[in-house]
């Protein structure tokens, strides 16, 4: 009998102990979970982050000298094991923004704190998905006020960062390359396959970062991490997850959205589902009577006609819908191993390239009868797998396997006539990663590991004579095409005190890439059937954060980035602008980015935090299209059209410099405000020699925040603004596209500036729903972001209801 006593007792000891080693974060105030908060210790390195309910397993911190948990909005709290058990494993945080303690998770492929990332980051999380109400994935990069949004439909967003754009910025999605061969120089709308409800954080990493990401990461690297299935912490299997509604006016969208978690020990499973449609965008009312669409070309009786458009503040065509699917499964078969399986799919509609459709002739009717994008596919399958090995070669080590599949076109056909020209890009995109971190001694980490991307381009283009239905083979974009790349890369960094720590990294990349042009030369007199080339890149950066106490960050960094010439870049055939066609140009060689920056972050009596960023960037050997002979003629007869020849050519240099402010203040009691301004300059050298302003490099813009937070109201009040550019300052490229802009007083194309006043409201109505309102561009103004194709939305009422369970 005694014995049968002590065994019960040692177990409810045991059992005890194992529930009083699961940890509970939630809002001081409101008493809500805190999602995502991040647990870490030095020594042993451990991490972990808490799931929808606000809890983690930090049973192995139990030897921790020194637990930190971190959420984004809230303040730090340092503590130990011990500490966290008198307190009996439950916490609450305070809510602040002054706070120079957040968390990155992406500039090394690894947990990082901020302090010790010498370059500047900015994150968001569901929170602010569920507060301002992104409809995509560009929008929600957008509203960071740090990433400028260029749009050339609706059914776009192509941001811009510290004058880059397009395929020299980096994406990632899981940790996985987005990027693919045919990402080309023009704005591009792929980050719109992204499903913004299901990202978990999102995270822009400013400046270079080929040592980590490889080629294309010049201006920035933007990374996606999605929701993961959790695991029950208890014997109980946990089933959990959301549903959403959401309604705007300026354009009648509705969108909804289901989430379902199902969750053993050891293995879970997460489905997510989202469907959402957007009807014509409507413009403000205040604004350059230039953008209002007065009329509009259909097709009636088997003939092009031009229609008076009831409501010029209606932009027609401009409306598209889109499907998402994410299904994910986690087995953690041990406290050691913890492998995911990812299935992303995202489809659109054919959707209108808006900006094509105000180009018009001498005779005042359209150039195009329609110019659409067919539909955009994306489909990714990833394996991966989380190992802590804790052994002489890594302390973590993480693999990847991942194919994706990418598939895009473009319709056009011009007015009055009957060939409709249609061209298919499909993309097969294979990669693998092996990425390791160790500990050396307390005081050091080297991070290093490998990577392949195998992409293959299948192109085919196809001519329609709509009167008649005859098919004829077309001249493609692209020539099928072979693009891989071998890396290896390792940074070190090393802790010369609790205040310094400096770090290094380099990388090694080496380009094979095989493109087949016969496909084409029924249509182009090219001198050559095939182009094989094969070349390497070298690139490494120095940087180092000094944190002198805990009201400071001082960080400075030296880097290098380069991208190298892709599919797009090598055998592209397209109509850039009327008269002009671009040709394959095979004899191409990398570009390089050379980068410096200075960061000071400062915090005031925790209320007042102050940061400032300057830097400079220099690009070599710049690929850009420029004036170009084939078989010793300048001008080819394109599209029934005599068209100047020009090609991609390593042509130009470029130089970039700007400012990047912060400056937030905590008036207590819930409400703080903010700003975020970024000015940006950039000059790039013409085919003649002279300078022209930078294409990408966007006027000053940024945001003004006030934010109240009480009980389960979160409401906010901003501002988004942008300056605008004279003729004199436009990219003499986009002096070249009349139809987008304004006109000055002398009739020449120019970009206005513009200001939006914004409100936003959440509401936690019970512990299971929730609701936002919000009401954009209050002041209904009429402006188009610079560079952009479609006006922005006028005064636009957005309400949104979502439940969890």
């Known amino acids: 009998m005694k014995k049968l006593v002590y065994l019960i007792s040692l177990w409810l000891v045991g059992a005890s102990l194992l529930y009083g080693q699961i940890l509970t974060i939630t809002d001081l105030v409101t008493g809500e979970p805190i999602e995502r908060a991040t647990i870490t210790s030095r020594e042993p390195r451990l991490f972990t982050y808490t799931n929808a309910r606000g809890q983690a397993d930090i049973s192995d911190f139990q030897t921790a000298s020194g637990i930190e948990i971190r959420s984004i909005g809230y303040e730090t709290q340092y503590l130990t094991y011990d500490q966290l058990r008198r307190l009996d494993f439950k916490l609450q945080l305070r809510q602040t923004n002054v706070n120079l303690d957040q968390v990155t998770v992406s500039a090394s492929r690894y947990t990082e704190e901020s302090r010790n990332v010498p370059q500047r980051t900015v994150s968001l999380t569901q929170k602010d998905v569920m507060l301002l109400q992104p409809q995509t994935a560009a929008d929600l990069l957008g509203q960071t006020g740090e990433v400028f949004i260029q749009k050339s439909q609706q059914a776009g967003g192509s941001p811009m960062i510290r004058g880059f754009a397009t395929n020299r910025l980096m994406y990632t999605v899981d940790g996985v390359r987005f990027n693919t061969a045919i990402f080309r120089g023009g704005n591009i709308q792929n980050v719109i396959n992204l499903d913004p409800f299901v990202v978990e954080q999102a995270e822009v990493i400013f400046g270079p970062g080929s040592i980590i990401y490889g080629s294309d990461a010049i201006g920035g690297v933007m990374t996606f991490h999605t929701q993961n299935p959790e695991l029950t912490l208890t014997d109980k299997v946990l089933i959990n997850g959301k549903a959403l509604a959401r309604y705007s006016s300026a354009n009648r969208e509705n969108t909804g959205h289901f989430t379902l978690n199902v969750g053993g020990r050891r293995f879970a499973s997460l489905t997510a589902v989202s469907f959402f449609r957007f009807d014509d965008l409507r413009m403000g009312s205040h604004g350059p009577e230039e953008y209002l669409r007065n009329i509009y070309a259909t097709r009636i009786d088997s003939a092009d006609r031009i229609l008076y458009n009831p409501d010029p503040r209606v932009q027609i065509p401009s409306g598209y819908d889109q499907f998402n699917i994410l299904q994910k499964l986690r087995f953690k078969p041990s406290a050691r191993w913890d492998i995911k399986y990812g299935f992303h799919y995202s489809e659109t509609s054919s959707y209108s390239r808006y900006d094509r459709l105000h180009r018009y002739r001498n005779n005042g009717l359209p150039a195009s009868a329609e110019w659409n994008y067919g539909p955009q596919i994306w489909m990714m399958n990833h394996l991966s797998a989380i190992h802590k090995g804790q052994n002489t070669l890594y302390d973590q080590l993480t693999l990847s396997l991942a194919t994706q599949y990418f598939e895009e076109s473009r319709i056009d056909r011009s007015y009055g006539q009957s060939r409709r020209r249609t061209r298919i890009e499909r993309v097969m995109a294979h990669s693998f990663n092996a990425d390791l971190q160790r500990s050396i001694g307390r005081k050091a980490s080297l991070y290093y590991g490998l990577e392949y991307v195998w992409n293959q381009v299948n192109s085919t283009g196809i001519d329609t004579r709509i009167n008649t239905g005859l098919v004829e083979r077309a001249s493609s974009r692209y020539p099928n095409a072979d693009w891989s790349t071998y890396a290896a890369y390792a940074k070190y960094q090393y802790r010369t005190s609790e205040k310094l720590l400096i770090e290094a990294g380099t990388r090694f990349t080496s380009f094979t890439t095989t493109a087949d042009f016969r496909q084409n030369l029924d249509f182009f007199p090219f001198p050559f059937e095939q182009a094989d080339l094969n070349f390497s890149n070298l690139v490494g950066n120095i940087g180092l954060a000094y944190t002198p106490d805990r009201t400071t960050k001082i960080s400075a960094v030296l880097s290098t980035g380069f991208r190298a010439p892709n599919v797009d870049d090598i055998g592209k055939v397209f109509d850039s602008e009327p008269g002009s066609v671009t040709v394959p140009n095979p004899a191409l060689k990398s570009e390089y980015a050379y980068n410096g920056e200075l960061s000071v972050m400062k915090t005031f009596a925790d209320q007042l935090k102050v940061s400032l960023t300057g830097y400079y960037t220099f690009l070599q050997n710049a690929l850009v299209r420029r004036n170009f002979q084939l078989n010793g003629q300048d001008s080819i ?10 090609a991609i050519q390593n042509a130009a240099q470029a130089t970039i410099w700007g400012l990047q402010a912060l400056l937030e203040y905590d008036f207590g009691n819930g409400l703080t405000a903010s700003t975020q301004a970024n000015y940006q300059k950039g000059e790039e050298e013409m085919d003649d020699g002279t300078l022209s302003p930078s294409r990408h490099a966007a ?30 300052m436009l990219n003499v490229e986009e002096r070249g596209k009349p139809e987008i802009y304004a006109r000055d007083p002398l009739g020449r194309p120019y970009s206005p500036g513009w200001y939006t006043l914004n409100a936003k409201a959440y509401y936690q109505l019970t512990d299971q729903v929730g609701l936002t309102f919000g009401l954009e561009n209050i002041t209904d103004q009429r402006y188009r972001p610079y560079s952009s194709g479609i006006v922005a939305p006028g005064r636009n009422f957005v309400m949104a209801i979502r439940a969890t369970f």
């Open 637 to 646: 007869l394109y599209d029934g059209q005599l068209s100047r020849v020009q």
């Open 699 to 728: 006027p000053w813009y940024g945001v003004t925040r006030i934010t109240y937070r009480i009980n389960r109201l979160n409401f906010q009040v901003y501002a988004m603004y942008s300056g605008g550019f004279t003729f004199d």
